[in-house]
Every structure is written in C-alpha cells, then in structure tokens.
C-alpha cells in the first residue's frame, strides 16, 4: 500500500471520528474549555483568588487573529518539515 493510502485513510478515520461525535451527541456543547477551567474552579473552591491579573487583556478580534496567526505560524512549522524530509528522501534515492 502506497503512503498516500495510509494518509486517506488517517484522514477518513479521523472524519468518521468527528461526525461520528456530533451524530451521537446532537445537543452537546462542542465550545472551548478557556473558561471552562475557571468555572471549576470556582464551585470547587468559591474562595480562590487569582495569583495575578492580566497586564493586558486583548480584543475578542485581536484574539483571534493572534489564534489565526499561532496556526499559520504552527502549519508553515509542519509544512517545512515534511518538505524538507520528502526532498532529502528523493536526494537519498536518486
């Protein structure tokens, strides 16, 4: 079986995976967990206080262009690396 194969396939599993979470679970909350923590945080302990306040607390889109941004950064990273080993890969055979 050829290596593009086993890429189909890891990326059809991981699809069926994420339909498959959303079919069986039509009414759930798929949000993020950025103030899931703090919301526990504060039935299991009502009287904590934070260690520190932000100096600086960004915009909601500023927030998401530096999430944007921290995921082109993290692609390029990625991109790079399977390039530069498929090039040495092809230089090693021929």
Do not use: C
Not at 14 to 29: E, F, G
Not at 44 to 69: A, C, D, H, I, R
Request: glycine content about 12%; cysteine-free.
């Amino acid at each position: 079986m050829r290596r593009s194969h086993y890429y189909a396939l890891g990326l059809l599993a991981v699809a069926v995976i994420l339909v498959s979470a959303i079919l069986l679970n039509p009414n759930s909350d798929f949000t993020g967990s950025d103030d899931g923590g703090g919301e526990v945080i504060g039935e299991v302990e009502p009287e904590y206080q934070p260690w520190f306040q932000n100096v600086w607390e960004p915009s909601g889109e500023l927030q998401t262009l530096f999430f944007t941004l921290q995921a082109a950064i993290g692609a390029l990273i990625i991109g790079y690396f399977l390039g530069s080993n498929k090039v040495q890969k092809e230089r090693r055979e021929g």
